[in-house]
């Protein structure tokens, strides 16, 4: 297949995307687990670019299951972003659907806002780490 020279100078825009399927044989496992306020991994290892390696918890806090992603940042990261989340033009897809989203004044949290009310949260957890944290 040959392609024209219009077609090889476009640029394809990085993106992540991370789907978590639950064997429907472990529900009520996992149902139990966080009835008893017990923390549950449902996922740690390595994760692509920029990153080194996730680890995707969910645990029960007052009624609620919260979903917790620690995304490791490489030193690629930090000398780009310095201690945010991102800029504001790589993170715009994202802030496309979450057009109410807030950052901080020094960047380094980001609540994703729709409709008025918090979906979720992104927080520069340390230097090598950035926690994003939703509550259904």
Not at 66 to 90: I, Q
Not at 96 to 109: E, H, I, S, V, W
Request: glycine share 6%; net charge neutral.
């Amino acid at each position: 297949m040959q392609t024209t020279p219009e077609a090889s100078e476009k640029k394809i825009a990085p993106s992540a995307s991370f789907q978590l399927r639950i064997d429907p044989d472990r529900t009520n496992w996992l149902y139990s687990a966080l009835a008893t306020g017990t923390r549950v991994e449902l996922f740690n290892g390595q994760f692509p670019e920029p990153f080194t390696k996730m680890e995707y918890v969910a645990n029960a806090e007052q009624q609620h299951l919260v979903l917790t992603a620690a995304l490791e940042v490489n030193a690629s990261f930090t000398e780009r972003y310095g201690l945010t989340v991102g800029s504001p033009k790589d993170l715009d897809p994202l802030l496309k659907r979450y057009p109410q989203a807030l950052f901080t004044p020094d960047g380094a949290r980001l609540g994703l806002v729709r409709d008025n009310q918090v979906q979720g949260v992104i927080t520069r957890g340390n230097q090598n780490q950035i926690l994003i944290q939703r509550e259904l």
